[in-house]
Structures are given as structure tokens and as C-alpha cells.
């Protein structure tokens, strides 16, 4: 076997910096730097996460132990029954936001010249500029009694009444997930296209499939996994974003954060930490179904 | 106080954690930066701080050097931060909740016991703060005198007069039909069930033996009333955060709120001609708080007493308490501010007299409530709070 590597002989002798900095010294573990960092920042938390929900309660904080308590309050307390709330409302957000946002991201791909289209997708990136506070606060102005939306339908004597539940209900949550996560859809949706050839399309309108056959034969299930991941995507985010059930949610409305939140501000380290642990078995869960379903790997290959 | 300061200011008094949190990792080196002879606090400036847009007017009325860092009025971050955190490093001196803080804090030796003698305004507290009781409880701990109160309030609900037409005076009003849907309480077990247990205790409909800090099955009465009611439509929604509260009663999608009457005067100012937000005096009583300042172990360690008896001085000068009074209408913990005002029209003209000490006279008529209780941050029961709240936010 040839001792010589790019042009270099690799048998002669190197000096004390090139074993240390070399291919063989810190070079190598320069790629370890991911695993690491995933270690530290991914992996760690979500284990000391799991480790704190069994410890014991203290006046103010917690201290070693196995107890299942925080479990048992969890499902024992209403808490259990507005995790499943949160769980239904957010499916429904990740459910309207497929139906608005993946029409738009079809629309892009097929029919925006392909050289425009990236830039296209960007322009969805520009709500992402204003702080979510202040986007979600604006819809209270819209959605309100005396709001924009409201006003305008009576003006135009569609209601004489103004709606109420719109704003400060489950349906006003909703809205404002769609409003919050609808860009997530549209880019998942767009990259997951962006992966299907274009001769699929074109021997498709060759083949003279028709708009609906074509959408739910061809670019769905060519699509599913994008779609899965922009879903859960919102999903996530609609279960753990306080923001939106608390200036948009009727009374008391919560989700999965808001409920995690409320324990730590009672100082229910361990209810929190349960609560968070429940949400990322329900995370882990939810994607060992995707990729049973729509094997997720697919999601950035080419569809030749 | 013009909108712009007002904002800056609302925004700091309604910040969550995150950003309470931000602002002390991101202030943390402007502490150190003043320099060792000033005195460095952990205070939210939004309802801690009068007389200037910074610290400066405080300081200079101490006669010392403060190097402030801001911080939210969320319990669990004080807690956090000064019993397993590194707050006595950074902090000799910190605000927060009476009436149960002062309680956490010292019980974990977090901060230490006062020498009132070196508080030459510690003559003109309130009465009540000597007089035994729960008010007194609220800056002792076993019986030592823990923390320095700095402002006060007797929360209660607002209401929109010029629809309404009357000044509703019982919690009562809230649960009258004519208002379904139009009805917004505090998202906060704390506020809401110690008002509505008053408001259920004084009208006979449920035994309580102390709204303060209700048993178990009191605390489910409490929750089950209200969950009957949220059945029913009757509340719009709770609101969470200042400006929430503000744009509820400003934009007419409620008229009655229960709420602090910092949301009501700023709601008010906002509708302008509109509406005409007034904060009313409940007969049953309303639960009543403090702030507070205390000193900490590490201020204390680092020999920083003197420093902290000038600034609770200040906090217990009329100078003070007129300006809080006039600024965010708390009430002054102090006594001689109608005389203070009164005798300074330069800084109080007529008009601002007249509003301000109408302020003061309906909050001393609101403090004179007999089922007044005070607000208690731990409640023995706790764990029946959260329990029956997330309840009714099921319901």
C-alpha cells in the first residue's frame, strides 16, 4: 500500500504540531464538535429534564429522590385534560395551516418562474422580522369587538352583531397559530416539492392528469414527508408557545408550555420538569409515527 | 408622565421571566461598573423608581451611588435567584412582594434582619405596619423586622361608568347577567381567588375562615363557583400582562375588570373621551399588597447597611410617596403626603393636587374595608390552588 497521500509521504517523520493539529491529532475530533454540542445542549437537558421530574418537591426548589408524584398530579389534576386540549387545538392549527399554506407552496413551485421561486419563499420570512409579541398582539385590534374585522362586516351588513368568538376563544387561538406557524407549512412544503423532479410534473400534464388527480395522486404523496414535517412542526410550536393562548385565548386558556410555566411561577420544579418530559415523549412519539409512516430520511432527497 | 415613558415603563412592569432574565445577564457587568461604593439593587424600575427616566432622582434624594439592575415581579425568579442562584453576589439589596417573600427569602437566610433605628423615616410609616397583624406580618419574620415597605394597593375592579351609568360597589356585580360575556379577571389564582373568597365570605354564600390562605375545600368552593360561572359565559377572558389588561377595558371588549389600578388609569387615559374607566370600592373588601425592599446576606457580608437604610429612607420619605402616588397611584407607605403635596404646589400644581389626593382619599376609603385581606405569595394549601385553577381553566 502506497505510503504517499496527496502528494505528501505520510511515513516521514512530522513534527510535534502536525501530530497535534494533523490528521491525526485534533483534526480528527474537529468532526465530533456536532456530536458534542448535541451532547451538551440537546441530549444533557433533556435527560436532567426527565431526572428532575422524578425528584422530590421542596418549599422552593427540589432535591434528590424518585417519587412518580408529579406524574400522578399531572394525570390525576385537570392538568391532563388541557394538554389534551392543547394537543387538539394545535393538531387543528397544523391541519388549517396545511390547508392554506401548501396550495401556496404548490402554487410557487409550479407555477413562479423557477428562478424567481426561492425569492418568492423568502417574502414569507419577512413576518418572521417582527417580534412574535408584537404580531400576535396586532390581532387583537382585528379579531376584537370594536376590531377591524368586525367593523367591516357590519359595514357591509354581512353581521349586525359583532363576533365574539373570534377573539378570546379556542377559535381565536387557533387563528393565531395559523397567523404565528403558516410560513413553517409553506416552506416545508415548498422544499419537499422542490425535491420532485420536474419531468414527474411534466409527464404527468403529458399524460393528461387533471389538476385534482394530480395533487392528491402525485404531488401529496411525493410531498407526505415535508408535510408531515411542516405539521409537526406547527404542532410543536402550538403546543409549547404561551403567547398565543394568553392574548388570544379565552378564560384561563392555556397549552402545554403555558401549563409547564404555571408550575415553575408556583415554584413546581418537578411538575414542570414531568410536564416537559410528557412533551417530549409525546415529540419523540409523534415522529416515530411519521417515520413509520412517511420515512422521514426522505424528507431532503432528490425524488428521481 | 408622558405615553413614551409610560410604555417603557409598563413594559418592564409586565415583563415575563425571559425577559427579567435577559435584562439581569445583559445588566449584570453595568453593575460592577459603578463601582464598589455604590449600592447595587435587583429592583423593577417601572414601579420602583420616581422622580427621574433612571435612578439618578432616587439616588441624589439618598445621597448615594445605585447601580440598578431590572427585574420582573415574578416570584419564582426572585426565588430562583437568591436561594439557589447567585443572587447575594450580585445584589445587596433586593424589591419584591410582601407577604410571603420576605417570609422565603429569610427563612432560607437569603437576606437578614433590619436595624430600624437607622431609618430615621422608619417614624413615619404607617401605623398598621406596628399595630400587629397581617400587615405587620407582611415585612417580618419571626418577629424581626425583615424589609422596608416602598409602595402599596388595594387591588379592585374597574369599570366603564359611562356605559354602565352607576358605580358598582361589590364583587357581585361581576356575576350579573346584564354583563355576560363583558366580565375579565386576573389570570392569576392568586389575586382572583383571595378577591372572589372575600367577596363569597362577606356575602355568606361560602365559610372562609381567611381568603388569605384558604383550606383545601375553600379553595375548591372558590373555583367551583367560578368554573359554574365560566360555564355560563360570563367572563370574556383573564387577562395576563399590563398591556392586556389595558387594552381590554380601552377597547371596550369588557366592561367591568378586576385588575391594578395602574391598568385603570393608564385604560382610562387611552379612551380619552370614549369611555370612562373609574376604579371602584368594593364593600366586601379587596386583597391588599406591598412592595417591599430587603437587604441581603451578601449586602450585608460586603458592609453595605448604611447604604441600604439611605435608600429605604428615601423609600419612606414623602417625597417619595407623593410621587408614587401621582405616577402609578400606588398608595404611600408612609404618613404626611397630602401635607407634602400641599405644601409643594411647584412639583403638585392645583389640578394635579386635586387628582391625586382624590386618589389617595378613595384608596384610604379602599384600605378601610373590614374584609380586606392581604395577599400571601405562599399559601399553605398551594398545592390545592394549582390544582383547582387548572380546573377552572379546564372548565
Redesign the interface.
Given at each position: 500500500m502506497s505510503s504517499i497521500r496527496r502528494g505528501r509521504d505520510i511515513s516521514a517523520p512530522s513534527v510535534w504540531w502536525q501530530e497535534l493539529f494533523g490528521e491525526n491529532g485534533l483534526q480528527k475530533w474537529v468532526f465530533y464538535i456536532p456530536v458534542v454540542f448535541f451532547i451538551m445542549f440537546f441530549a444533557m437537558p433533556m435527560l436532567l429534564t426527565v431526572v428532575w421530574s422524578v425528584f422530590e418537591r421542596t418549599m422552593f426548589w427540589m432535591e434528590p429522590g424518585f417519587t412518580l408524584f408529579a406524574y400522578e398530579n399531572f394525570f390525576t389534576s385537570a392538568r391532563a385534560e388541557n394538554y389534551v386540549f392543547s394537543m387538539l387545538h394545535s393538531a387543528v392549527a397544523a391541519t388549517v395551516s396545511f390547508a392554506i399554506g401548501f396550495p401556496i407552496a404548490v402554487f410557487v413551485r409550479r407555477r413562479v418562474a423557477q428562478a424567481a421561486q426561492h425569492r418568492v419563499i423568502l417574502l414569507f420570512i419577512l413576518p418572521f422580522m417582527i417580534s412574535e409579541l408584537v404580531r400576535v398582539f396586532a390581532m387583537r385590534p382585528v379579531l376584537g369587538r370594536n376590531g377591524v374585522l368586525n367593523n367591516l362586516l357590519i359595514d357591509i351588513g354581512i353581521i349586525t352583531e359583532p363576533m365574539t368568538v373570534i377573539l378570546f376563544s379556542p377559535l381565536g387561538v387557533v387563528i393565531g397559530d395559523v397567523m404565528s406557524f403558516l410560513p413553517f407549512m409553506i416552506f416545508a412544503g415548498f422544499l419537499a416539492l422542490e425535491a420532485v423532479q420536474n419531468y414527474i410534473f411534466e409527464v404527468s400534464d403529458d399524460l393528461g392528469t387533471g389538476a385534482v388527480r394530480l395533487f392528491k395522486d402525485i404531488i401529496i404523496p411525493l410531498a407526505a414527508p415535508g408535510i408531515f414535517a411542516g405539521s409537526v412542526f406547527i404542532f410543536v410550536n402550538a403546543m409549547g408557545l404561551a403567547l398565543v393562548p394568553t392574548i388570544l385565548g379565552g378564560p384561563g386558556a392555556v397549552n402545554a408550555g403555558l401549563i409547564a410555566n404555571q408550575a415553575i411561577v408556583a415554584l413546581d420544579f418537578p411538575l414542570a420538569m414531568a410536564i416537559s418530559t410528557i412533551m417530549i415523549l409525546t415529540l419523540v412519539l409523534l415522529l416515530y409515527i411519521g417515520h413509520r409512516l412517511f420515512d422521514l430520511t426522505k424528507v431532503l432527497e432528490p425524488i428521481s | 408622565m408622558n405615553q413614551s415613558e409610560w410604555t417603557r415603563r409598563a413594559f418592564m412592569y409586565t415583563a415575563a421571566?425571559g425577559v427579567g432574565a435577559a435584562a439581569t445577564i445583559g445588566r449584570a457587568p453595568n453593575v460592577f461598573a459603578a463601582g464598589d461604593d455604590a449600592l447595587k439593587i435587583w429592583a423593577n424600575p417601572g414601579v420602583h423608581q420616581v422622580g427621574s427616566k433612571d435612578w439618578s432622582a432616587m439616588a441624589a434624594q439618598g445621597g448615594l451611588k445605585l447601580a440598578a439592575t431590572a427585574k420582573s415581579a415574578?416570584?419564582?425568579e426572585a426565588?430562583?435567584k437568591m436561594?439557589?442562584g447567585d443572587g447575594n453576589k450580585l445584589f445587596d439589596a433586593i424589591t419584591d412582594n410582601g407577604g410571603g417573600m420576605e417570609d422565603?427569602m429569610a427563612?432560607?437566610k437569603a437576606i437578614v434582619p433590619l436595624d430600624t433605628s437607622k431609618i430615621p423615616n422608619w417614624k413615619n410609616i404607617l401605623p398598621v405596619y406596628n399595630e400587629g397583624g397581617l400587615a405587620a406580618h407582611t415585612i417580618r419574620y419571626e418577629g424581626k423586622v425583615y424589609s422596608t415597605p416602598m409602595i402599596s394597593n388595594a387591588d379592585s375592579m374597574a369599570y366603564d361608568y359611562k356605559v354602565l351609568g352607576f358605580h358598582p360597589d361589590s364583587w357581585g356585580m361581576m356575576f350579573d347577567a346584564q354583563f355576560k360575556?363583558r366580565v375579565a379577571?386576573q389570570?392569576d389564582f392568586g389575586p382572583t381567588l383571595t378577591n372572589m373568597g372575600i367577596y363569597l365570605k362577606e356575602t355568606g354564600k361560602i365559610d372562609i375562615e381567611s381568603p388569605s390562605n384558604m383550606k383545601p375545600d375553600e379553595v375548591k368552593a372558590v373555583c367551583q363557583f367560578l368554573i359554574d360561572w365560566?360555564k355560563k359565559g360570563q367572563?370574556?377572558?383573564?387577562w395576563?400582562?399590563f398591556?392586556?389588561g389595558v387594552?381590554l377595558l380601552a377597547?371596550?371588549?369588557v366592561l367591568l375588570s378586576s385588575c391594578w389600578e395602574p391598568i385603570q388609569i393608564i385604560a382610562n387615559r387611552k379612551t380619552g373621551d370614549k369611555a370612562d374607566i373609574r376604579y371602584g370600592t368594593m364593600k366586601e373588601g379587596h386583597q391588599t399588597w406591598n412592595n417591599m425592599i430587603m437587604l441581603t446576606k451578601g449586602g450585608r457580608a460586603r458592609g453595605r447597611d448604611e447604604l441600604y437604610y439611605k435608600l429605604a429612607n428615601v423609600y419612606l420619605s414623602p417625597w417619595f410617596g407623593a410621587r408614587t402616588l401621582a405616577g402609578l397611584g400606588f398608595a404611600p407607605q408612609m404618613t404626611g403626603v397630602d401635607e407634602y403635596i400641599k405644601a409643594n404646589p411647584k412639583d403638585f400644581p392645583p389640578d394635579v393636587q386635586a387628582r391625586v389626593l382624590d386618589i389617595l382619599t378613595r384608596k384610604n376609603n379602599r384600605f378601610a374595608v373590614k374584609g380586606n385581606a392581604w395577599q400571601n405569595v405562599?399559601p399553605t394549601h398551594?398545592?390545592a390552588?394549582?390544582?383547582w385553577?387548572?380546573?377552572?381553566?379546564?372548565?
Open positions: - | 421571566s415574578r416570584a419564582d426565588i430562583q436561594v439557589v422565603a427563612s432560607q360575556g379577571l389570570n365560566k367572563f370574556r377572558t383573564f395576563d400582562g398591556q392586556n387594552g377597547t371596550g371588549e405562599f398551594m398545592r390552588y394549582q390544582d385553577w387548572s380546573r377552572l381553566q379546564a372548565a
